[in-house]
């Protein structure tokens, strides 16, 4: 393949050289303009190879006089130092560059030729004719070059589909991770049959316990043949009231006053006995439905890893047969501003464009990434945005990048906090972040109580939620994992509440997630709305579902997320609508400024003093 690749190459150069010669055939009027123009084409990008300039050459040596010859050389003399000085400062050179560059080399050697012996002043206009001559045709063949490199990339697609081919996941491994998805599916239904608790002894349960009962008081009494024989029913049925009593957490002073088994005088060792048995029977009920949360844990584990494959599996779709004429006009352009591009694919994602290819430059030194975008922003005929991991400066190590669709609206956010009074540390923990997918992400977590400890909890919440969403998994289930971890290793009373906001910037959609947490407010203009709901906080149950809110933020809406501390000890009757009052009368459109606002005029209203810790957030979108 390298040697096929060798030849082709070996081939282009000739054909190159071959052109060039034959540019010093074509004489238009007593002069050469295709020999500059040429030239000038094949110098873009510092392209000007030695086959073309021994091509060029020898044509003018071969058709054209001494006088011309000597003209000529000197014209692509100083277009070729002067497209090299133009790389060399400005790391690219396009068309328009090369071509101003061969049209005025060509006029100021025509005008030093003829200057000691001008015979007329018509001398002058032929002189300032040739350049622009030499300019136009060089546009010309430049974007005429271009009708046959794209032809040979898409010649080159057609021909190694090996190459250019979906990188990331082929049409056996897709399926593969399909298989895969379902087996893993498969096992969390199997673990979800066996996480059912039991949550009340059965009747199985109470005969176990009358057996273990009378085994060890009743078959060691010395009476037992006579207290039963005599009294069975009697007896069997007092023992189970006992143990029914029992089962309903009847003290033991309860069972005493009232004895359900008469004239027996071991009835004391035998309400001992029952309460004991009932203490490991619960112990052990305890364990097994602790063991049915955990196979609950495994079994959501399993499902979202499941549903990751899936994601996986038509996450993105390969679009590069659809659009083989843009990834030649891609190419062409990243090679216009002095780079390459290698294993370039176009996806669609959501019905919007990504393009991820290895970038580098043609030679020492950096580009800044952003010209890159820019190269594609002209193919696409788009605005373009980075992904979210890049380098900002391009070298000769190639660079893997994507590049997205821009975003319709960007988002600025804004941060009031106040920790409690003779507290040292804020028990409250938020988080903003971007994904690629063009979705903003906000978290908002209050720790129960204050200080460090609540810190720890509400940040582990908020850094296990983040985590979980940026390795791919979706909202609710990355919501589900982070509940459950928090269950496993929570301590017994201890958890944390969460406001969970997602806003779509390609469409304004705002999607609110709420676990426990207070209320949070959309402010659009002067007009306010509340949005709540009632939900346990994080780590009070396993088996915990996720209910979302939603909503559409227009550019110049504000997303007010709060804590509890911020409006449980606000001094008056009604405390929402005292605060939507408070979010509406702020004329600012600064998010920092709506933040500060409201902290301090919530404190205002609360004496001056944090009764809890405090936190505000404020995300304001605004269209691009």
Request: charged share 20%; glycine share 10%.
């Given at each position: 393949m390298k040697q096929k690749r060798e030849f082709r190459e070996l081939v282009k150069e000739l054909l190159k050289g071959i052109l060039a010669f034959l540019c010093g055939y074509i004489d238009i009027m007593g002069v050469y303009p295709l020999v500059p123009a040429y030239f000038a084409v094949c110098s873009v990008g510092g392209r000007a190879s030695f086959s073309?300039?021994?091509?060029?050459?020898?044509?003018?040596?071969?058709?054209?006089?001494?006088?011309?010859?000597?003209?000529?050389?000197?014209?692509?003399?100083?277009?070729?130092?002067?497209?090299?000085?133009?790389?060399?400062?400005?790391?690219?050179?396009?068309?328009?560059?090369?071509?101003?560059f061969a049209g005025c080399a060509t006029t100021i050697m025509n005008y030093a030729g003829d200057a000691f012996y001008i015979h007329h002043p018509r001398v002058l206009l032929e002189g300032l004719y040739e350049g622009l001559m030499v300019l136009g045709i060089s546009l010309c063949m430049h974007y005429l070059a271009r009708i046959p490199f794209r032809l040979n990339y898409i010649l080159e697609m057609q021909q190694n589909n090996y190459k250019y081919m979906p990188s990331v996941l082929k049409e056996n491994q897709t399926h593969r991770m399909e298989s895969f998805a379902y087996a893993v599916n498969g096992l969390s239904d199997a673990f979800m049959m066996l996480s059912q608790p039991k949550e009340k002894l059965p009747m199985e349960e109470v005969s176990v316990l009358e057996q273990e009962l009378t085994g060890k008081l009743c078959a060691s009494c010395d009476g037992c043949a006579i207290c039963w024989n005599e009294n069975r029913m009697k007896r069997q049925g007092g023992i189970r009231a006992l143990l029914h009593a029992v089962i309903n957490h009847s003290t033991k002073e309860e069972l005493l006053r009232e004895p359900y088994v008469n004239d027996c005088y071991r009835y004391e060792n035998m309400v001992d006995e029952a309460l004991q048995a009932?203490?490991?029977?619960?112990?052990?009920?305890?364990?097994y439905n602790r063991l049915c949360e955990n196979r609950y844990v495994i079994a959501q584990q399993l499902d979202a890893m499941a549903g990751l494959m899936e994601e996986w599996a038509k996450s993105k779709i390969n679009v590069d047969k659809k659009y083989k004429s843009l990834m030649a006009q891609i190419a062409y352009e990243v090679k216009e501003k002095g780079m390459l591009v290698e294993d370039l694919h176009i996806y669609e994602e959501n019905k919007r464009l990504c393009i991820e290819g290895y970038v580098y430059t043609k030679w020492d030194g950096g580009i800044p990434v952003k010209q890159y975008v820019k190269a594609l922003e002209v193919a696409v005929k788009k605005p373009l945005r980075l992904g979210k991991e890049h380098k900002s400066v391009l070298t000769q190590e190639a660079a893997f990048l994507s590049i997205y669709e821009d975003t319709v609206f960007y988002g600025l956010q804004g941060i009031a906090t106040e920790k409690k009074n003779g507290s040292l540390i804020n028990g409250d923990s938020y988080s903003f972040f971007a994904m690629d997918d063009g979705n903003y992400h906000i978290c908002l977590s209050d720790g129960m109580g204050s200080g460090s400890k609540a810190n720890q909890e509400s940040e582990m919440v908020v850094?296990?939620?983040?985590?979980?969403?940026?390795?791919?998994?979706?909202?609710?289930?990355?919501?589900?994992?982070?509940?459950?971890?928090?269950?496993?290793?929570?301590?017994?009373?201890?958890?944390?509440?969460?406001?969970?906001?997602?806003?779509?910037?390609y469409t304004g959609k705002l999607e609110l997630i709420k676990i426990?947490?207070?209320?949070?407010?959309?402010?659009?203009?002067?007009?306010?709305?509340?949005?709540?709901?009632?939900?346990?906080?994080?780590?009070?149950?396993v088996r915990m579902e996720v209910e979302s809110t939603k909503k559409e933020l227009r550019s110049g809406d504000f997303l007010v997320m709060i804590t509890d501390g911020v409006i449980e000890y606000l001094n008056v009757r009604n405390p929402k609508e005292t605060l939507m009052d408070i979010i509406a009368m702020a004329k600012t459109d600064n998010a920092g400024v709506l933040a500060e606002t409201i902290l301090e005029q919530v404190k205002l209203r609360a004496g001056g003093y944090a009764m809890d810790d405090m936190t505000v957030l404020v995300t304001g979108i605004w269209e691009k």
């Open positions: 073309v300039m021994a091509g060029a050459v020898a044509g003018m040596y071969c058709f054209m006089t001494m006088e011309s010859m000597l003209k000529y050389s000197f014209v692509l003399l100083v277009i070729g130092l002067g497209v090299k000085m133009y790389i060399w400062a400005n790391r690219f050179c396009n068309n328009w560059v090369a071509a101003i009932f203490g490991r029977l619960e112990l052990n009920y305890a364990w850094d296990l939620l983040q985590k979980f969403i940026e390795a791919g998994f979706r909202k609710e289930i990355a919501i589900k994992l982070m509940n459950s971890a928090m269950v496993l290793q929570g301590e017994e009373n201890t958890y944390s509440t969460l406001d969970y906001a997602m806003i779509d910037l426990g947490g207070a209320a949070t407010f959309i402010k659009r203009g002067e007009e306010v709305e509340c949005v709540d709901q009632g939900t346990l906080p994080a780590g009070a149950d």
